[in-house]
């Protein structure tokens, strides 16, 4: 059960795939709590329907603003490098407490019935187990589906790696494929052979080429923007922007593996591997197939 937790777990790193679970959990819980309601648990009047469709839009939208604003605020938490079963069933579960809260709320400020103290925390507590388990369920469906595409997109990215290598070989010695990058206050400079590029990672600082001749591995750190180079280093067509920090040869790939969170690049004469991130992943795959 802890080794589960930990596992990678497909991120969405916008509102759009976030906001339909927000919107969906939100449904389920008021249906239920509706369901339970006409059964004689809660007390309503005849106007509940038309309130409880104002509140759920009320809900929805402080729901879609207050996680907007938590991913802007905490992108150090909210990583999709770092994004597990865990992170997922704990921001979710924060979510259907917010839900429990407003609808406690909701309840008592409509005055559907007398709720004291021990009864709101009654009231939580049902949203919270109407929540909860379906929540994991859900996870785990989601984990497990996620995990078998990819590794079977994976599968396949695999077959068709090696005919794509051999295609996309050019000549190493041609001179279009060398830029000059001018390292630090413009007095060094140093030719990049596009080539014998393996990948390049860039950070808050600068960005590091990871290059190998000869399959001799060589790492260069440079304290530059490397926004400045891009323009130059997609004139060679093998080359690829497959996450935000990342730009990778494709001719350096030599194995491709998947989990429930995207795509790993197994990468020559290197034991780093290169994520795929959401928003590249169809570019990627197009660019092999």
Request: aromatic share 12%; proline share 2%.
């Amino acid at each position: 059960m802890l080794k589960f937790l930990k596992y990678p777990y497909v991120f969405f790193p916008n509102l759009k795939g976030r906001g339909l679970t927000l919107l969906s959990f939100a449904i389920y819980i008021t249906a239920c709590l509706y369901f339970l309601s006409n059964l004689g648990i809660n007390e309503i009047r005849n106007d509940f329907t038309l309130k409880a469709s104002i509140y759920g839009v009320v809900l929805v939208s402080i729901l879609l603003g207050s996680n907007y604003l938590l991913i802007k605020l905490n992108k150090n938490y909210f990583n999709e490098d770092s994004w597990t079963v865990e992170k997922e069933f704990k921001w979710i579960f924060a979510n259907i407490l917010t839900i429990g809260i407003f609808n406690a709320i909701f309840a008592t400020s409509n005055e559907y019935t007398a709720i004291s103290k021990i009864d709101i925390i009654e009231f939580e507590f049902l949203t919270m187990l109407l929540g909860t388990i379906p929540m994991f369920l859900i996870i785990i469906i989601n984990e497990a589906r996620w995990r078998n595409l990819f590794h079977k997109n994976a599968e396949k990215l695999n077959a068709k790696l090696n005919s794509f290598s051999k295609l996309s070989k050019v000549n190493t010695a041609d001179n279009s494929n060398t830029i000059v990058i001018e390292i630090e206050n413009k007095d060094k400079q140093t030719p990049l052979h596009l080539n014998d590029l393996i990948y390049i990672h860039s950070d808050n600082s600068g960005f590091e080429l990871c290059t190998s001749e000869s399959n001799e591995l060589s790492n260069i750190y440079i304290h530059s923007d490397l926004n400045s180079l891009e323009s130059n280093l997609f004139s060679n067509k093998k080359l690829m922007k497959c996450h935000p920090s990342f730009i990778v040869n494709i001719n350096q790939v030599i194995h491709v593996t998947g989990n429930a969170r995207g795509y790993k690049l197994h990468l020559k004469n290197t034991s780093t591997q290169v994520p795929v991130s959401m928003k590249y992943q169809k570019a990627f795959e197009r660019m092999i197939v």
